[in-house]
Structures are given as structure tokens and as C-alpha cells.
């Protein structure tokens, strides 16, 4: 078993849907957890940023965490086509040395 | 990029040629990573640095060494490249290895290992 699992898609959705965006993982330690966007051909970005358990929102985007499931998420609201791109979710033990990434969910918001 | 340069961009060697990739910050970070991306595996760890000369091991290690002799630059070296090297390099660069600060990628250097 993967240390973090992650659909890979492709997801493709209309402009305007509510996408919802997932990952499990295995290892309870993990107490940061990161979603990041990737373009084509470019660098990852950081889009979200959550400490342990809870939502976090901001704007469109809404990262939920619950650890007890060992299960994240992060939702777009009124989805774009320029939010078209691969989300890569990461995750981090408190000791810094552990960071891992999902494989990645190819997402098409199409017009 | 949040300060971050790779170079070259992009790469064709042969097998069993050494490879060199830079990675330069301006940021002044204490933390920097080589990874590398491929399809289906997302983003795997290879080695990193936390700080001058400091270098430890990461996920997929074997084949490659890092060396960082200023605070700015982190080299990845490929000592003899093989056809499995093939593929996107990212850098990434962190101020703190915790708390409230987290990775930022540099653009990528794509090698191709014929």
C-alpha cells in the first residue's frame, strides 16, 4: 500500500461545478497537509495549507482534513477553465523529514 | 518561482554520460530538495540538503549525489545517466522544515537519457 493514495483522473467537470478532490493516506503521523496545483509543463504551486484536522478556506477553494479517516479534500466552488491542471496533494510529519506527495488528480474544467 | 532557478531547462544524453543539474536560490532558504516526477508516481524524493554540506538520502537515492557548497546552489549528479533517469526534475526550496512554512518548486529541468 501507498503511503498516500490519490485518484488519478482524468476528471473532467463544466465550468461552474463544485469539484471535490481527494487523498488517503496511511500513516497516522502526518500533521501537515498541503495541496499544491501544477499546470502543464510547470512547477508545482502551493494553493492550500492545513495543520492537522479542520477546513480551511479561501476563496474558491476549501481544504478539509480529517484524520480520523485519514482522509483529505479539497473543494473548488464555481469551477474555471483556467483551474484546469493537475492537484497534487502532500502531506508532513511534525519533524519536517517526511514529506510525501499523492501521484496527482488531472482535473478539465471544460467551457 | 519564489526565487528559484534550474538549469538547463532541458536535456538529451546518452546512457552512461554524467549529468549535472543546478538548482540556484535567492532566497536564502536553509532547505532545499531534488525530485523527481513521473507518470503515476507524482513527485518522489531523491535527496536533500539542510544546509551547507549537509546532505541526507531520500526515497529514490540510488544513482544519484548531491553536493551543496553555498547556501544558494544545490547540484544533483546523475555519475553514469541510465534510460530509468529519464524524466522531470524539480527543485524545491523551504525556509523552515515545519511549522508554518512548506515547499516552493523551481520550474523543472526535463532529461532525456537515450
Known amino acids: 500500500q501507498k503511503e498516500v493514495e490519490q485518484d488519478p483522473g482524468p476528471l473532467s467537470v463544466p465550468e461552474g461545478a463544485i469539484v471535490s478532490l481527494n487523498c488517503t493516506y496511511s500513516?497516522?503521523?502526518?500533521?501537515?497537509f498541503m495541496w499544491y496545483r501544477q499546470y502543464s509543463r510547470k512547477g508545482p504551486e502551493l494553493l492550500m495549507y492545513?495543520?492537522?484536522?479542520g477546513n480551511k478556506e479561501d476563496g474558491r477553494f476549501t481544504a478539509q482534513v480529517d484524520k480520523s479517516s485519514k482522509y483529505i479534500s479539497l473543494f473548488i466552488r464555481d469551477s474555471q477553465p483556467s483551474d484546469s491542471a493537475t492537484y497534487l496533494c502532500?502531506?508532513?510529519?511534525?519533524?519536517?523529514?517526511?514529506?510525501?506527495f499523492g501521484p496527482g488528480t488531472r482535473l478539465s474544467v471544460l467551457p | 518561482d519564489a526565487g528559484i532557478t534550474q538549469s538547463p531547462r532541458h536535456k538529451v544524453t546518452e546512457t552512461g554520460t554524467p549529468v549535472t543539474l543546478r538548482c540556484h536560490q535567492t532566497?536564502?532558504?536553509?532547505?532545499m530538495y531534488w525530485y523527481r516526477q513521473d507518470p503515476g508516481h507524482g513527485l518522489r524524493l531523491i535527496h536533500y540538503?539542510?544546509?551547507?554540506?549537509?546532505?541526507d538520502k531520500g526515497e529514490v537515492s540510488d544513482g544519484y549525489s548531491v553536493s551543496r557548497s553555498k547556501t544558494e546552489d544545490f547540484l544533483l549528479t546523475l555519475e553514469s545517466a541510465t534510460s530509468s533517469q529519464t524524466s522531470v526534475y524539480f527543485c524545491?526550496?523551504?525556509?523552515?522544515?515545519?511549522?508554518?512554512?512548506?515547499?516552493?518548486f523551481g520550474p523543472g529541468t526535463r532529461l532525456t537519457v537515450l
Open positions: 492545513t495543520y492537522s484536522s
Open positions: 540538503s539542510y544546509g551547507v554540506k549537509d546532505t
Open positions: 500513516n497516522s503521523a502526518f500533521q501537515y
Open positions: 532566497e536564502n532558504h536553509r532547505y
Open positions: 524545491a526550496i523551504a525556509s523552515v522544515s515545519t511549522s508554518t512554512d512548506t515547499q516552493y
Open positions: 502532500a502531506m508532513m510529519d511534525d519533524y519536517g523529514q517526511n514529506f510525501v
